[in-house]
């Protein structure tokens, strides 16, 4: 056998054991060992039946996405699952963990399939940018059905054991927790009464259901919007109604490789290797201790407190929640009450689990009753004198080894730090709002920060669900000092000719979820005057010129909650043109003396996502950003940078450095070096002909 099967006899019953960590993909080794087992098997007269399973956490979790891209070693795997489905014992899949993509398909091409409870099954390859390979899209409707068989397919989500038993794309659910002795028991029994090998290729499609596909690719082109996999699955799995099942399968693979030879597919899945890479910090060694956090605190209750202690709630961590006073604690806490009950209403969370929550967040108005925590994240309001009394207090109440992270999204925490008195005790903690739903968390290492107080955070942020990313400290870390590159550029166009709704358009068609004048109009454009008012000091004179915001906010504008900002809202929110915009717009160009001009959609969309691109460059010169990992990864989650571009750094490469740094330039000579300087790491890369990735 292969280094990665072993082959066992009991009885009657062959046994292919596949051991390939980590998730036990379908690698060249593999698929040899599992051809060899099976035709071993077909060639032994005293063997009845072949028994499929896995050691480790998960039975196969895919396909090696690590293959992808070179030329794969025979046999692949759909040729594997022709022997399989022409076998003519009966295969059994015996399944555990994460039955996904790949793997999914090699248990369907079983004859059989039996599960512990407790499995999880689905097609991830949507999120990869992929078109499922080996018969995903044409066995599933055979024994699943439409509904199921798109709902899985599209949008990679994953069913339960139970769910896959009653859409029969399970046979059994194991009685006990041992599978390997309740697989061999049920190859046996089928054995013993005769059943033989059956090919879910035989069933019929479902009775096809034109309406059905229709809905799906609406709502795909909504939900999913600019992605392509999505709407070429839906047309795979047409494919069983337009030809026989081998003709089928072999156009399914067809549409797996082109998918995987495109560009979504390779900037998603650069996008699934970056996501683990930000997880292990270089110059953190593996084996750093992390400090025990068995209970959290949170000072400050405005938006982000609330949403910090819901965030750290629903992850079943205890949670003391300190505000300003009674008035503030109650208030906050009704309205964490309230969030809850909506869900609860909505049917996506239990009354029980509720409750449970509710249970696990005691509350108080005085920081002493932070001695009990072993973390403190401060969430007060952005203002460094508050927030540096607040450091110094924490430092009194608290133990020392207490960590102490700030929240702040653009305070100096080395300031914060040396309040605090326990300086290798203090780093950041930047949750992005909705903090419980966001899933970017910024960590920020300060510069006495201690190695445990970083490993611990990053695995605290695992730990609660979130995508844990770290930052060295600067003003704004990676997303909003990238952002803030993206408001100059877009109020300077504004001033400059271009409407906020044809910014907005071009920014959406791009693949973001929404342009930075709706951005703005949601987050409220009171908080964006604040946050340019704290870097007034900084700015140029065009900068502050620039004050579309002030201006709006003077006239008691603020966005969505006053219905006008940039848009005019309804009382549902839905947007409109503001001719108050339009006229504000107008009369600023007149007081200012400046002539608009006619700016076309390459100009625009260049100069909002290379103003980033630069920034990004200066964040890796600096080594705020360790490497360019973190910046895609966290502008995808922290932004909504579109994943199938793969994020800022990875899409400048791919459209080459030395053509960024050439419309840099350009940019450089009509707009100032103040702004388009070019970064030196830029330039230094596309000198060499390289990438930000090598
Ligand atoms: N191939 C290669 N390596 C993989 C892998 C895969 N499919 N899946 C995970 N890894 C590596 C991962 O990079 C990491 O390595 C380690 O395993 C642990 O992963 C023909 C076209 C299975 C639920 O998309 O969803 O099948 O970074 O940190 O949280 O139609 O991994 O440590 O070096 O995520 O326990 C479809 C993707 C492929 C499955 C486990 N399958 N994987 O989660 O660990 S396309 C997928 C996952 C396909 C067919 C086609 C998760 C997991 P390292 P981890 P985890």
Redesign the pocket.
Known sequence: MSDTISFHVHGAIAEAVVDNP??N?TSASVRQGLAEAIRKVEADPQLSALVIRCVG??FI??????EFGKPMADPQ?PALLELMDHATKPIVAAVHG?V???GF?VALACHYRIALGDTKFGF??VK?G?V???G?TQRTPRLAGLETTIKLTTEGGQIDAAKALADSLIDRIADSGDLAAAALAYAQQLVDEGKGPRSAGALPMPADDPALFEEARKALSRKMRGQSAPLRILDAIRLGYELDFDAALMRELDL?RESIAGPQSKALRHMF?AE?DVARVPDLPADTATRPVERVGVIGLGAMGRGIVMAMASAGMPVIAVGLDDGHVAAAMKAIGKMWSSSVAKGSLTQGAMDKRLALIATSDDPRDLGAANLVIEAVTENLNVKKAVFATLGQVTQPGTILASNTSFLNIDALADASGRPEDVCGMHFFNPAHIMRLLENVRAAKTDPEVVATIMALGKRIGKLSVLSGVCDGFIVNRMLSKRSREAFFLVEEGASPAAIDKILLSYGFPMGPFALGDLAGLDVQAAARLARAANATERELRADFVEQMVADGRTGQKTGSGWYSYDENRKASPNPQTDAMIAAHAERHGLTLRDIGEDEIRERLLYAMVNEGAKLLDEGIAPRPQEIDVAMVNGLGWPNYTGGPMFWADQIGLDKVLATIERFRAQQGDAYWTPAPLLVKHAKAGRGFYA
């Open positions: 980590p998730v993909a956490k998960t979790a895919g396909a090696d996405i690590k795997l994460t996904l993509g790949g398909e991830p390859e990869l992929i499922p390979g080996a995903g797996c290797a683990r």
